[in-house]
């Protein structure tokens, strides 16, 4: 196989330690405890691999990465490798002199997530009593400091009918992006699906008031609308090709070429500790198993999307099909298609059950299982 192009971006998780319980989020179920996180010089390591290697972006990420004591002195330390930092946060620790200290340290970019667009139902589902005021007043504190703010709002069968009130948030908060991001079931997601799965109409409903949006708001915000995979007719061309544009370091330091790649049976995960990050991405036997297209059976194999969507997610064609290398069924031409639409509507149609919330160790829920 010819050598792979360097990749855009990289998300360091940098730990899976988060005060907030969302019951959607895309970390691992087994969640990575602080004694097994890198330390300070494994991760200046890291960037200093990733900067030779070609990438251009470095998304902080976790878990909640202000838990790191060290994130400023990592900030520092990309940005004077010339990366760009994009700090992805919770933000409810994101006080005003750790703002200063980041923007000086050479962050360009904070992205906040929001659970809703008012405080009752945004700190139900993050599970943190006042989170949504103090994630507005660190959303203020963000562009007062000059930094670029996305707010990257949640949004499930709970919210989905707040478009316009998540739209007039970011609008409030002087957010240059928004993200109207559909969960994407991974994770704890994937264990929360039946209560988060929206109804086709709402989904139809608040793709019109996107649209609307955009056109009105050209130039003032950028709305991205990120459609939930089991209502739709064709994939995502997801992590813009397995191993072609991103790879991800947990805070373990294994090398993923996405963050849920380690559901799928079968892959080994080279870590930093052992190798070199350019090494990993050139050679890694987890990133060469689904890169390009040699590896696809019928019907991508000889679809003039293949180049396009990649076949769509390898994980989720895991978690609905038993096997990775199947079309994902997000895609209409695939066998499994009509079962996961039929599988959405029905859950969107049941009563929603109580959510399981992330937590460290195994919820009593799952134990047992
Ligand atoms: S999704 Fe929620 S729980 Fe998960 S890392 Fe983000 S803020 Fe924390
Ligand atoms: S068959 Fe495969 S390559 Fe073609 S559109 Fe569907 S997922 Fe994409």
Known sequence: MSRPEPPLALLAELTHRCPLRCPYCSNPVELERASGELATGD???????????????????????TARRDLVDLVAHAAGLGLYGNLITSAVTLDGALVAALAEAGLEHVQISFQDSRSAGADRVAGFAGAFEKKRAAARRVRAAGLALTVNAVMARHNLDRVQEIIDLALDLDAARLEVACVQFYGWGFLNRAALQPTRDQ??????????????????????????????RRPKACMGGWGRRFLNVTPGGRVLPCHAAEIIPGLEFDNVRDKDLAEIWRHGSAFERFRGTAWMPAPCRACERRDIDWGGCRCQAFLLTGEAANTDPACDLSPYHDALAGLATAESAAPAPPFVYRQMGRPAELRGN
């Open 43 to 65: 991760w200046r390591r890291v960037f200093d691999s990733a900067a030779d290697l070609g990438v251009l972006q470095v998304h902080f990420s976790g878990g909640e990465p």
């Open 203 to 232: 989904v139809r409903q608040a793709g019109a008031t996107v649209a609307a949006a955009r056109e009105r708001l050209a130039g003032t915000l950028a709305i991205d609308f990120v459609v939930p995979d089991y209502y739709a």
